[in-house]
């Protein structure tokens, strides 16, 4: 999944950056207020990750902005803020969650998975269509009885797949989804990685259909 990180102190952000990607999403950082809302304006992001004492103003400031753009995409505030008052003030305003800093980074991660099930409607995570069973958490895809584990970007490139079977994905939202703003990447990219999952798939009932022009669906009998 696609996060955006909005975190001045860069030797955090590179911790969260590193813990985040190697569970295989694609994070986009943000040390400003400024900064984040033209992400948030221009790229596509499945959670926030926002710190609230900015260089720039108060990171309320852009949580406020964010809900009042009618704008849905999951909030987790990082704060050092611990009165019970700042924390209430907090998802009042609309933050889905908070974490207190310091923070453990797997309490953070577990948190993550938490908000984007809630967010989806989940309390479970595992996937099924068709005969293939889908483990985004444990990054495994079984098929027909058989355990393929997946690299980060099939990874994620299948859990967008798998999550509306029967759309048609473009390909510029797929890369705009698999990488970062700093990631130097043409749409031909993403053919690799459809590739690679097709072959993940073969013998099951499970197929990546290409249409021209348009990009790319999940389709199973």
């Not at 969260?16 to 596509?44: N, P, W, Y």
């Not at 889905?96 to 995570?125: I, M, N, W």
């Not at 690799?192 to 009998?221: A, F």
Request: net charge negative; charged share 30%.
């Amino acid at each position: 999944m696609k996060f955006l990180l909005v975190e001045d102190n860069q030797d955090l952000a590179n911790a969260i950056s590193s813990r985040m990607q190697l569970d295989g999403h694609v994070i986009d950082h943000a040390a400003k207020i400024q900064d984040a809302i033209a992400f948030s304006e221009t790229g596509e992001y499945d959670l926030i990750l926002l710190d609230i004492m900015l260089p720039d103003g108060d990171g309320r400031s852009f949580l406020k902005r964010h809900r009042d753009g009618k704008m849905d995409t999951p909030v987790i505030v990082l704060t050092a803020r611990s009165q019970v008052s700042d924390r209430i003030g907090m998802l009042d305003l609309g933050a889905d969650d908070y974490v207190t800093k310091p923070f453990d980074h797997a309490e953070l991660q577990a948190r993550c998975r938490a908000v984007l099930r809630r967010k989806a409607g989940k309390s479970q995570t595992v996937m099924k269509v068709g005969d293939v069973v889908f483990d985004p958490v444990a990054g495994q895809l079984t098929v027909n009885g058989e355990v393929v584990v997946l690299r980060n970007r099939e990874l994620r490139l299948l859990e967008l797949l798998i999550s509306a079977p029967g759309q048609i994905f473009p390909k510029g939202k797929l890369v705009d989804r698999l990488f970062s703003y700093d990631d130097d990447v043409s749409e031909n990219a993403v053919e690799v990685y459809i590739g690679r999952i097709r072959k993940h798939l073969e013998g099951s009932s499970v197929r990546i259909t290409t249409h021209r022009g348009l990009g790319y669906r999940l389709e199973h009998d």
